[in-house]
């Protein structure tokens, strides 16, 4: 009976504890990457973490006066072991996607690569217009119509390749619908392959995949071409990963991305890492 | 169970059995008529034919299907010569390339279900053909191919039931059919047990019409089998 006792007590303490913990003020706390998904993050022979989520957390650290342990996890478990309490934050070129916002809260955003064209080199798509401009379907969306329109003569019966099921081919689907001829593949590496085989006219995907794509020697035919596309439906790309409970932790995160967006820390690190500007829109 | 979304995703569904359909029937027409010419050139007595014949039914039985479409769709593109080749219009769409791939391997397995069935046929019939006179083309058209035909009918009807099921490869080379339009419902919905059982229960009714189509065929061929009908009792009277 006692031992029934000492043990109800020894829980009610560590629970309330536990909460009591989360609602105080943080001033260390314990960071996931993955470590493997470069340029985002990755791990130098030496085992230490490097890259651009890993560069950056420790920018928002010294910003919010928080201690940062940066700890190397499994891509897949990341979200239960947030809510499990393992760690108390996630940077690992997450996507803020509605599906994970039902499990665990987003900051804003700190890079947005954009969905962007590719075609082969010797393709008469590779003049396409509006080279670089970025169009956030969120903030500009009638720009972004406005550069569809320009396009759109452009494309007019070409057959473009996207990835089944991804934001890009939803894309074509809204914007593009009786314009161009869609072809959904399983794999990204599939579409490749059949633009340089010249099955597809044109490709559509994640410039951070495609800017790693075109490096490869095998498709040195392919450039990457035209305007990007980001925001609504696109999702509002890589965030930092917080449980829902710690709503103090997320306004300091926003603060210290909102510097980092304002000080040119985001462009400076996105040029360092992917050689583009990943600052959001 | 969710009735309205099961029905919603079978009426979606329905709009790509006749690409199924069709993928199913030109490859297994097209596969029978090269499986002929293999299960003759097997039975020709000619050793290079012989060879030719067996070296093909080795690759094609013996490697997966989904090797091979992967092979012809994905493989063949990479050669420059092949992309600037007067084939490449075929080629080039993958629609054409599924059913060269889906072709090539049924005739495979076909091939030796029509050698079975031409050597079943039983040496009597032929030699009293020979007796009657006729010629080599018409004791084939007229004794050995029907017998033949039956003989071999129950394991082609395996065949083209698998051939059926085949179909849903074709979704990896970017073919909307069947299962293509199911595995993309699914990533949509993350709702892959409806969506499935639904495909599931499309294919099993194809199957199910196919194998009342052969099983009437079979009965048609073998009249032997059944009791023949009892002629009329003749009238007394006409006995004389």
């Known amino acids: 009976m006692k031992i029934m006792k000492t043990l109800a007590a020894g829980m009610f303490a560590a629970f309330t504890l536990a909460t009591g913990a989360s609602a105080q003020e943080k001033t260390e706390i314990t960071i996931a990457t993955e470590g493997a998904f470069p340029p985002y993050n990755l791990t130098r022979p030496d085992g230490t973490l490097d890259g651009y989520d890993v560069e950056l957390a420790h920018y928002l650290c010294d910003h919010m006066k928080i201690k940062c342990t940066i700890v190397a996890q499994a891509f897949d478990g990341m979200i239960p072991a947030l809510n499990a309490g393992k760690f108390d934050a996630i940077m690992a070129g997450m996507s803020a996607t509605e599906k994970r916002k039902e499990v665990i809260d987003f900051s804003m955003s700190y890079g947005s690569t954009g969905q962007a064209f590719a075609v082969l080199k010797d393709s008469d798509l590779s003049t396409m217009p509006l080279k670089d401009a970025l169009y956030s379907l969120s903030s500009n969306e009638e720009g972004a119509r406005k550069a569809v329109e320009e396009l759109k003569p452009l494309l007019k019966g070409k057959i473009i390749g996207v990835q089944s099921a991804s934001i890009a081919s939803r894309f074509i689907d809204e914007y593009f619908k009786d314009t161009v001829e869609k072809r959904e593949y399983k794999t990204t590496e599939q579409h490749d392959l059949d633009l340089i085989a010249g099955r597809v006219d044109v490709i559509m995907a994640s410039m951070g995949y495609l800017k790693t794509a075109v490096e490869k020697p095998t498709n040195s035919d392919i450039e990457i071409v035209g305007p990007r596309f980001q925001g609504g439906f696109l999702g509002a790309g890589s965030s930092v990963g917080l449980r829902k409970s710690d709503t103090a932790l997320k306004a300091k995160f926003d603060e210290a991305i909102t510097a980092a967006k304002a000080d040119g820390t985001l462009k400076t690190l996105s040029m360092k890492w992917f050689g583009f500007d990943l600052t959001p829109q | ?240």
């Open chain 2, 1 to 240: 169970m969710d009735f309205v979304f099961l029905y919603e995703t079978f009426v979606t569904l329905i709009s790509a059995i006749p690409t199924t359909l069709q993928l199913a029937a030109t490859s297994v027409a097209l596969g029978t008529i090269l499986a002929l010419g293999l299960a003759l050139c097997r039975l020709s007595g000619i050793a290079p034919l012989d060879w030719f014949a067996r070296a093909y039914i080795f690759v094609f039985r013996g490697t997966p299907l989904l090797v091979q479409i992967f092979l012809i769709y994905y493989g063949l593109s990479q050669f420059r010569g092949v992309r600037r080749s007067m084939f490449w219009f075929i080629l080039r769409d993958p629609y054409w390339c599924a059913i060269i791939a889906l072709m090539l391997c049924t005739a495979a397995y076909s091939a030796e279900i029509i050698r079975g069935g031409l050597l079943s046929v039983p040496h009597g019939q032929v030699e009293a053909g020979r007796a009657c006179g006729m010629s080599r083309f018409l004791m084939f058209r007229r004794i050995v191919m029907p017998l033949a035909v039956r003989q071999s009918l129950p394991a082609y009807s395996n065949e083209i039931i698998s051939m059926v099921k085949a179909t849903s490869l074709a979704s990896i080379i970017t073919i909307m059919e069947v299962t293509g339009v199911a595995a993309k419902l699914i990533s949509e919905t993350y709702r892959a047990i409806e969506v499935f059982i639904v495909a599931g229960a499309i294919y099993l009714a194809i199957n199910f019409l196919l194998t009342r189509i052969v099983v009437l065929i079979e009965y048609r061929l073998s009249p032997h089998l059944r009791q023949a009908p009892s002629l009329q009792p003749v009238a007394a009277g006409e006995m004389r």
